[in-house]
């Protein structure tokens, strides 16, 4: 089972900062099948990227995807309050796996 | 457009067996696979397994082989997760959600959560 280890656990930033969130895989993913969703209080996840770098349908370009192999990363520029939420990566290959979460702070 | 809705919360015995749905539309039903996931709470997402809604062949993640059963009724389009036996451990959200299209994809439609909560 391939184990994704996200960091940092909680992020706390004013608006309009940059955000950067880790998500780090125990085996490398293949294919970049490399998904993250975003996961607000009192609601389902809805996805955001998917193929590591690929932004789902209506999701705003503020949002943006990298990495392979390993190590990925969520990258949310001009972070606004809405944002507030908790980022899961997914990894969708033969055993799909959940990270534990990154809770984004809004203040 | 595509929409997933699940049925509402349920309370129940230890002991006893729940049944959630799942009924998907806007799209061709038999075309994408079913997944369930479970969310404890205030903990993160765990996922338990899918089911092919062409075949009807369900798999199971480690840690769901034995008390839970994914089911289908593809003339209404639905797809279901039993959890018998309850435990107090299985109170949780159970999400399902939509598979994208090709063999491995993301999850790109989610139905809005069933509450199972398991209490004497």
């Known amino acids: 089972e391939i184990v994704l280890t996200q960091s940092p656990g909680t992020l706390s930033l004013p608006p309009g900062e940059r955000a950067t969130l880790s998500c780090r895989a125990s085996q490398r993913v293949s294919s970049s099948y490399l998904a993250w969703y975003q996961q607000k209080p009192g609601q389902a996840p809805r996805l955001l990227i998917y193929?590591?770098?690929s932004r789902a349908t209506g999701i705003p370009d503020r949002f943006s995807g990298s990495g392979s192999g390993t190590d990925f990363t969520l990258a949310i520029s001009r972070l606004e309050p809405e944002d507030s939420a908790v980022y899961y990566c997914?990894?969708?290959?033969?055993?799909?796996?959940f990270g534990q979460g990154t809770k984004v702070e809004i203040k | 457009q595509v929409q997933v809705i699940q049925s509402g919360s349920e309370l129940k015995e230890p002991g006893t067996s729940v049944k959630v749905s799942c009924k998907a539309s806007g799209y061709t039903f038999t075309t994408h696979t079913v997944v369930w996931v479970r969310q404890a709470p205030g903990q993160g997402l765990e996922w338990m397994g899918w089911?092919?809604?062409?075949?009807?062949?369900?798999t199971y993640a480690q840690g769901f082989t034995r008390r839970f059963v994914f089911s289908l009724d593809t003339s209404v389009s639905t797809a279901y997760l039993q959890i018998n036996s309850l435990k107090t451990e299985d109170t949780a959200m159970y999400y399902c959600a939509r598979e994208g299209d090709g063999d491995f994809a993301p999850l790109d439609h989610w139905g809005q959560g069933t509450l199972v909560t398991v209490s004497s």
């Open positions: 089911i092919n809604t062409h075949t009807g062949i369900p």
């Open positions: 997914q990894q969708y290959g033969d055993s799909p796996t």
């Open positions: 193929g590591a770098s």
